[in-house]
Each structure stands twice: as C-alpha cells, then as structure tokens.
C-alpha cells in the first residue's frame, strides 16, 4: 500500500530532495512522492516515513538511492535535433577557429540520463561534420543518478528511444542483442565518458574540468531560481571562455544569468562564455 504523508512529511521530503538535488517537487506531486517513498520504505524495511527520512539522512547510499528514485529521466536519441544540426553547421565551425588540427574538443551533456544524448552527439558528428577526423573530440556524459549513468555506459535501448533515428543510422551505430533491445557498437560505446555529477554543487561540477561546448538540456525545467542562478554559475565557470552553452527548447538564462552572450544561430538559441 501507498503510504500517505502528512504535510510535514511531505515538506521534510521535498526539503531534502531540494538540497539534495535543486529540483523542487509542489503539493501536485503529492501522489508520485508518496509512491516512490513507499518505495524506499519497502526496499530498506522502515515503516514510518520520518524514521526513513531519518534513515536517508545518516547513510549516503540511501540517500542516493532517493536520488535515483525520484529523478525524472526521460530522454531519447535526436531529441530536439536542431541543436545538433547548429553543432556541426556553426559552433563547432566556430570553436575550431581559433584551434589547430589535433587539438582537443571537449563537448559537456549535463544532465546525459541514460546517455541518449551524448552518443546523439557523438553519432551526428560522424555522420554531419566533415572534420570530426580532424581533431580530438572529447564527449562526456554526466548525471547526478548513479543507475542511468550505468545504463549509458551499458548503452542497451529499446525501440522507443530509437524512433526518431532513421533506420539506416540504427544499422550502423546498434547491434541487435535481444528482441527488444540494440546495443550502440563497442567503438561508438568507448568514444563516450560517462561520470555522476550534481549540477548544483560547485566541487562536484569542477571535477570534470573545461568545456568548449555544454548541453544542459531539460533539467532547469525542474529547478526553481535558487538552482538555476547555482547551475547557471557552475556551467559558466566550466566553459572555455568562448564556449558555447544549449539549453533545453522551454528553457532560457533571462532573469537567471546575465555573465552569457545571446546568441541567435539559424538553427537555435544559444548562450556563450564572453
Ligand atoms: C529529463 S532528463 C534530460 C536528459 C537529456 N538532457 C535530454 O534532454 O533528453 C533530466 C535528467 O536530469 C538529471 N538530474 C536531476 N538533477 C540533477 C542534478 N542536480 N545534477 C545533474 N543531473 C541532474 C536526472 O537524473 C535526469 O536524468
């Protein structure tokens, strides 16, 4: 059975949830936090909800467990594929000016969930921009829940999350493993770095060095101000100065940040590092 929790509870969940996360979970949530609650009450044999919560507290993996638990991961191969196209047709062009052959190319998806998005990039790039062999392109996939990072490096889909790719790439890129299942290729699978990273904290942020280019995409739409001024900051100190930065298509740093240059490209809006 669901368990219900009063408003306290419900208040003590979503404090901890926000610090933990930056995501804000409203009264609307009600039933999907109680639900997954429940959950982590099952799994680890607490009972009462305030003795989990005090539970989470203490020990790390639960509370990365809660973590897992409660984001929200949906993603998919060539989502929101203008971005890509304005990779290869104009950042990329752009970053690579000022670059000589060989050099290293560092391309940041924060938050990357199950790695849909990374090996998007990296598939794009081999198929779409005519130097990819000309220099070190570096990709990397970084999610705060540690189980979608493995499924990204596990890199299994489901035909669901192939279905805007056209069935000449899935050929290429998948090999066949299961009835429901493709695997990306072993050389497409190694191109990719995957690591757990909360785009909240500062220290976990820094780990991973400089970017020349970072996709932040449809994670903000979770955030309220307070998390987006932090993610905001973070992702500007994680560009090259120069860098280029993409949002999701319902999100935008006005009212958030003005450190970044607007930029309008033919084919999308994007943020740059001055
Ligand atoms: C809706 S998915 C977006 C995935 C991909 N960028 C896309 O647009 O398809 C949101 C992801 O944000 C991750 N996430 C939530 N809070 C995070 C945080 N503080 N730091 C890093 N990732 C976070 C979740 O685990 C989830 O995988």
């Known amino acids: 059975m669901t368990?219900?929790?009063?408003?306290?509870?419900?208040q003590l969940v979503t404090g901890l949830l926000y610090r933990l996360t930056g995501m804000t979970f409203g009264e609307n949530k009600r039933y999907y936090i109680e639900r997954r609650i429940t959950e982590r009450m099952k799994q680890t044999g607490i009972a009462s909800a305030r003795a989990y919560l005090a539970?989470?507290?203490?020990?790390?993996?639960?509370?990365?467990a809660l973590v897992n638990a409660f984001t929200i991961n949906e993603t998919y191969f060539f989502r929101e594929d203008h971005q890509f196209r304005a990779l290869g047709d104009q950042i990329l062009p752009e970053i690579v000016r000022t670059k000589r052959p060989g050099d290293l190319v560092r391309i940041w998806s924060l938050p990357c969930s199950t790695g849909d998005e990374p090996y998007s990039i990296a598939i794009?790039?081999?198929?779409?921009?005519?130097?990819?062999?000309?220099?070190?392109?570096?990709?990397?996939?970084?999610?705060?829940d540690t189980s979608a990072v493995e499924a990204a490096r596990?890199?299994?889909?489901?035909?669901?999350?192939?279905?805007?790719?056209?069935?000449?790439l899935v050929e290429r890129y998948f090999e066949a493993e299961h009835r429901q299942y493709r695997r990306i290729i072993e050389d497409l699978r190694e191109s990719v770095q995957f690591s757990v990273v909360n785009l909240v904290d500062p220290?976990?942020?820094?780990?991973?060095?400089?970017?020349?280019?970072?996709l932040c995409r449809n994670l903000l739409i979770y955030f309220d101000d307070a998390s987006?001024?932090?993610?905001?900051?973070?992702l500007f100190d994680r560009l090259h100065p120069g860098g280029f930065l993409c949002l999701g298509h319902s999100e935008s740093m006005a009212r958030i940040s003005d450190r970044f240059d607007f930029v309008r490209l033919d084919d999308a809006i994007v943020y740059r590092r001055p």
């Open 3 to 10: 368990a219900t929790l009063s408003a306290d509870e419900l």
């Open 55 to 64: 539970h989470a507290a203490l020990d790390p993996a639960e509370r990365q």
């Open 124 to 144: 794009w790039l081999l198929e779409n921009w005519p130097m990819v062999d000309a220099y070190n392109i570096e990709i990397i996939g970084s999610d705060i």
């Open 154 to 168: 596990a890199g299994r889909y489901a035909a669901r999350a192939l279905s805007r790719l056209p069935a000449s």
């Open 203 to 214: 220290a976990s942020v820094a780990t991973q060095g400089r970017f020349d280019v970072i």
């Open 228 to 234: 987006r001024k932090i993610a905001a900051d973070n």
